[in-house]
């Protein structure tokens, strides 16, 4: 599949901060990724948002967030232990994780 053609079938354009628009998977109607399907269908090549999950900065931020967002996903504090250089690491590439720009894709696809 091309990425003209997996922008047009599983992505939308959403409204950034600094007033541009940013590339995001579309959701489906109960808010679930347009790539779930009893599980990630592209878990080998997500997105760095989504491999970093649930370390994001944010969410790190303090207990009582952490606690919230483990409310809305079930796989929050299950599984392997992460460890604390590990897990500085998953929030450093989410830092890192730039958006791609509208106006940057359009003129790669020309």
């Not at 992460?82 to 590439?93: T, Y």
Request: net charge negative; aromatic share 14%; glycine share 4%.
């Amino acid at each position: 599949m091309s990425v003209k053609e997996f922008v047009h079938v599983y992505c939308r354009w959403v409204h950034y901060y600094d007033d541009t628009d940013v590339l995001c998977l579309k959701e489906r109607t109960n808010y679930d990724c347009i790539l779930w399907d009893n599980g990630c269908t592209a878990y080998e090549a997500r997105p760095v948002q989504c491999s970093t999950f649930p370390f994001w900065t944010w969410i790190l931020e303090s207990g009582k967030q952490w606690k919230e967002c483990s409310q809305d996903c079930p796989g929050i504090n299950t599984g392997r232990l992460w460890s604390k250089e590990e897990i500085e690491a998953q929030r450093k590439r989410y830092e890192q994780n730039l958006p791609i720009h509208k106006s940057e894709l359009m003129m790669e696809l020309q």
